[in-house]
């Protein structure tokens, strides 16, 4: 069993961990992916390497409060900005077809994925809305027809 001290320095070691990657994310769009990417989709706890007992919890509720922040920043966000955001996050993704980006978007709806479970009503709807008309844009730039329903 870890002493208290060993599990402060762990959590502390992890945070600066998470934060470092974190902060390299040049987009907030891409922000929101790489937390939901620690987020457990079976329980919805947010998991972090190395990260056990009261060190998880803790890395879970901060790992879920910065979440939220990135969120509702993003959810306030004009939506030329938001598109922008995007578009950064996308110039980023290395041998990413970008009409097929999209299309995969359009069917998928992997950005519904990216609301915080706590975040309900008016944000989460704000968001949805928000970035399918993004996408409605973006499919007329990258020349997407429509979405292929049958891959």
Do not use: C
Request: without cysteine; proline residues 4%.
């Amino acid at each position: 069993m870890k002493g208290l001290g060993e599990a402060l320095a762990v959590k502390e070691s992890l945070t600066k961990s998470w934060r470092r990657e974190l902060a390299l994310i040049r987009s907030s769009y891409g922000r929101l992916v790489y937390l939901v990417g620690l987020r457990n989709p079976d329980t919805g706890h947010y998991e972090y390497y190395g990260g056990d007992g009261d060190t998880a919890q803790a890395v879970n509720s901060d790992l879920r409060q910065v979440h939220e922040s990135i969120f509702k920043d993003w959810v306030a966000y004009p939506l030329e900005r938001k598109k922008a955001d995007i578009e950064l996050y996308i110039g980023g993704l290395d041998q990413v077809d970008r009409a097929e980006l999209i299309d995969a978007w359009l069917r998928l709806t992997p950005y519904k994925n990216l609301v915080p479970a706590s975040i309900r009503g008016p944000e989460r709807r704000k968001h949805i809305s928000d970035f399918e008309a993004i996408l409605g844009l973006l499919k007329n730039v990258y020349g997407v027809a429509s979405p292929d329903q049958t891959a």
